[in-house]
């Protein structure tokens, strides 16, 4: 079975940039999508970027979208999030998960694999 791993996360100041990484062991085939996700404290698990790997479209949330910047290398099996000019309220656990045949592609139950997390902090 698939499993994912995430690091990139830590500490950054307001406009600063982080790169996350979600390596994959495993094969991820073509029906799969994989996808970002975060939860930040008191706030529910919003997806927030996602990449069908069939043939490589992008949805990214409102909240991110010209700012994160989702791309593949398909020899590592890794899926990175780039994330510019963070905000505090980019503070949150992101979590990166996979699923077959997904529909609507930043809705958690789609996704039947994930990772455990990487934290990301934002200060003002």
């Known amino acids: 079975e698939v499993q994912l791993v995430e690091s990139g996360g830590g500490s950054v100041e307001a406009g600063g940039s982080l790169r996350l990484s979600c390596a994959a062991s495993?094969?991820?085939?073509?029906?799969?999508?994989m996808a970002w996700f975060r939860q930040g404290p008191g706030r529910e698990r919003e997806g927030i970027a996602s990449?069908?790997?069939?043939?490589?479209?992008?949805v990214y949330a409102d909240s991110v979208k010209g700012r994160f910047t989702l791309s593949r290398d398909d020899a590592d099996n890794t899926l990175y999030l780039q994330m510019n000019s963070l905000k505090p309220e980019d503070t949150a656990t992101y979590y990166c998960?996979?699923?077959?045949?997904?529909?609507?592609?930043?809705?958690?139950?789609?996704?039947?694999?994930w990772g455990r997390g990487t934290q990301v902090t934002v200060s003002s």
């Open positions: 495993g094969f991820i085939d073509r029906s799969n999508s």
């Open positions: 998960a996979t699923g077959r045949w997904v529909a609507d592609h930043l809705a958690q139950h789609e996704y039947h694999v």
């Open positions: 990449v069908y790997i069939g043939d490589g479209s992008t």
